[in-house]
């Protein structure tokens, strides 16, 4: 199975920031990694797929980038409403499709 | 509007059943591959299941082969996930999520159901 590892676990933020998370695959996953963002106490929404599309209705404040084993997630300017914690997910080699840990944002 | 809603939740002794439903509307079912997907605090997010449009294709995470079987009936506009032979460690909660992209990323999920496996 291919292993989806993320850095780092959490972040202190501030309204306002840019932030950076990464994701990292056990073996080469081409473009088809999706990002998404969870809220707490909702389900999780797609925010990024294949690498860097932005899904339907997402801010372009979020962008992703990357390919291969490597892959980024940005927020160029950090909303109180972006707070959440965000997964990663590779869908190049299934079954099975496998996540990451995920990244928390957290206020400073 | 794309509506995903999972019933069929709760508490369940080790070894027995469980069926989940997911009842889909705002699109048109039979065009879109289903999953389901579990969460809890420790494992985090893990895909379960999917299945193909027709029904024709389904997979498994390994963890749950032979004991879980995912269905969807698309007169219905419903999938659902029998779950046999419950163990502790399937306590969590099951989202219903549909496939964006053929073979790909969820576009749509759920609220969640949650399971919880204890005598």
């Known amino acids: 199975d291919i292993v989806m590892t993320q850095s780092p676990t959490s972040m202190s933020i501030s309204v306002g920031d840019r932030v950076t998370m990464n994701c990292k695959a056990s073996q080469n996953v081409g473009s088809n990694v999706d990002w998404y963002q969870q809220k707490t106490g909702q389900s999780p929404k797609l925010l990024i797929y294949?690498?860097?599309n932005r899904y339907t209705g997402v801010p372009d404040r979020f962008t992703g980038s990357g390919s291969g084993t490597d892959f980024t997630f940005t927020i160029s300017n950090m909303q109180a409403e972006d707070l959440a914690v965000y997964y990663c997910?590779?869908?190049?080699?299934?079954?099975?499709?496998?996540f990451g840990g995920g990244t928390k944002l957290e206020l400073k | 509007e794309v509506q995903l809603v999972e019933s069929g939740g709760g508490l369940v002794q080790p070894g027995r059943s469980l069926k989940l439903s997911c009842a889909a509307s705002g699109f048109t079912f039979s065009n879109y591959g289903m999953a389901w997907v579990r969460q809890t605090p420790t494992k985090g997010l893990e895909w379960v299941a999917s299945i193909s449009t027709g029904g024709g294709n389904t997979y498994y995470r390994d963890s749950v082969k032979g004991r879980f079987t995912i269905s969807r009936d698309n007169a219905k506009n419903t999938q659902y996930l029998q779950m046999d032979s419950l163990r502790s460690e399937d306590t969590a909660t099951y989202y219903c999520?549909?496939?964006?992209?053929?073979?790909?990323?969820?576009?749509?999920w759920g609220q969640g159901v949650m399971v919880t496996v204890s005598s």
């Open positions: 294949k690498a860097s």
């Open positions: 997910m590779q869908s190049n080699s299934y079954p099975p499709w496998t």
């Open positions: 999520a549909r496939h964006g992209g053929y073979g790909g990323y969820l576009d749509y």
